[in-house]
């Protein structure tokens, strides 16, 4: 098989590709009314269903998912007798977070240094056009193969399970023989990666209450208890001496055996600032792949700016943690739980609530897909063998399609390499991956039709 005819054709699409991807990056699409309006949540996902209709698939539809968001669906048929394929990625996007740190506007599609910015350029909007490029791609040389079912999330960055709590009411809509998920990424730019393993998560905001009110700081500190100064006491708990996650009952020594993660090239993707120290022990991979890590996402206190001598009265934190595969989330969530509540200090008043949770995930990446995916890497990366890796982020969904269909591969591939810096600010896509990783779909795609029909 030669990869040229595909290639040729992506290349081409690519101009196209670009200009749709700045359409899409436009939207404002946070799933979270409180930061950005609805509309441009409901407006990505009509862009979003009209790209499918405009490639002639067949019952697309914006599904209302139980958290009141939306996912698009579309079904494309293959020929008698295809395997049916389901593509999946996901257009809302996370905040931008300081848009004055932004290089360039964060919902502006900008080409710079030889990536395009934006927020979502590459988690995951730049995904559903790898999706698209990769079909049109097949149409041009001879047809699409396999039929095709594509699902985009609405509310995947919120991990507000909406599309899973869809999909178990609805279990015929995305049953396929096997699964791509778009919203992972390659070890490094240039190296055909699969992910083999995702952390899952749990989100809890915990609250601590002190005083009726604030208090002068003069007339009562040393006496008074601040909940901000308990809350900053509860929160290091969470952590060893060298940066260790420390939830009571909750196992922090596995060992990552795969693909490792040089210490060097880390603190260089992570942009770690010179002299200071990673945290946590063992191998980088070990840390980011294979064991617990808990974050303090967001605090609610005083800002610097106008701050008064004050005791507070009451403080607020919300807590991620990653879970690592062999590990349950609701498990880890009831661990983390009784760790906050035992270790809030001065008798404080304290309240924890969950808002999200999703279970870590373990591919096969034995099962007959991911042969004829190492195939199409090898096309399209001339010169490079797939690699697999794990990841450190959550994809709550996958665990929900390996319930519901225990027969179907699940493979995981995407743009999200370090150097896209998804989450943080000035987050890029190399458009350099977009087009290999589009080829590499698209010779899948026919690779696994032929092994399906032979």
Wanted: glycine share 10%; proline share 7%; with cysteine.
């Amino acid at each position: 098989m030669t990869a040229r005819p595909i290639s040729e054709t992506v290349a081409s699409l690519m101009p196209r590709a670009k200009t749709e991807l700045a359409e899409l990056v436009a939207f404002r699409s946070v799933a979270d009314p409180a930061q950005f309006p609805r509309s441009e949540c409901e407006a990505a996902a009509g862009w979003v269903a009209d790209a499918l209709r405009a490639e002639d698939f067949q019952d697309v539809a914006l599904l209302d998912t139980p958290d009141g968001t939306q996912s698009v669906y579309g079904y494309l048929p293959g020929p008698a007798g295809a395997p049916t394929v389901l593509l999946y990625a996901h257009y809302d996007v996370q905040p931008p977070l300081d848009e004055s740190a932004w290089l360039s506007p964060p919902f502006e599609l900008t080409e710079r240094d030889g990536r395009w910015f934006g927020r979502g350029a590459a988690d995951c909007k730049g995904g559903f056009i790898m999706h698209l490029l990769a079909l049109r791609a097949l149409k041009a040389n001879g047809g699409v193969p396999v039929s095709v079912k594509v699902i985009a999330e609405g509310s995947e960055e919120q991990g507000t399970g909406g599309l899973e709590r869809y999909a178990e009411a609805h279990p015929e809509l995305l049953a396929a023989d096997t699964i791509v998920i778009g919203d992972t990424g390659n070890f490094r730019v240039g190296l055909p990666t699969v992910t083999a393993t995702l952390r899952g998560m749990t989100m809890l905001r915990v609250r601590l209450d002190t005083l009726e009110g604030n208090l002068h700081s003069g007339q009562f500190g040393g006496a008074a208890p601040d909940a901000l100064a308990a809350m900053i006491q509860l929160l290091a708990s969470l952590r060893a001496e060298d940066g260790t996650t420390t939830v009571d009952g909750l196992t922090t020594d596995a060992a990552w055996d795969g693909l490792q993660y040089p210490e060097g090239e880390f603190r260089t993707d992570a942009k770690v600032l010179d002299g200071v120290e990673l945290i946590g022990t063992g191998t980088v991979a070990d840390r980011v792949w294979a064991r617990p890590a808990v974050t303090v996402i967001g605090i609610d206190c005083p800002p610097v700016v106008g701050a008064t001598p004050s005791l507070q009265a009451s403080a607020r934190a919300q807590i991620s943690l990653r879970v690592p595969p062999g590990q349950d989330a609701a498990d880890a969530t009831k661990l983390l739980t009784a760790h906050l509540e035992s270790h809030t200090p001065w008798g404080a008043r304290v309240s924890v609530e969950q808002v999200g949770q999703g279970q870590p995930f373990r591919a096969d990446i034995t099962s007959p897909a991911y042969t004829s995916m190492a195939e199409a890497m090898r096309l399209a990366y001339p010169g490079e063998e797939m690699q697999s890796s794990g990841m450190g982020g959550s994809i709550p969904l996958c665990n929900t399609l390996a319930a519901l269909y225990p027969e179907a591969e699940i493979l995981l591939i995407g743009l999200s390499e370090p150097e896209a810096q998804i989450h943080a600010v000035n987050e890029s896509v190399s458009p350099a991956e977009l087009e290999r990783l589009s080829v590499a779909e698209a010779l899948f795609l026919r690779n696994y039709a032929e092994s399906k029909t032979g």
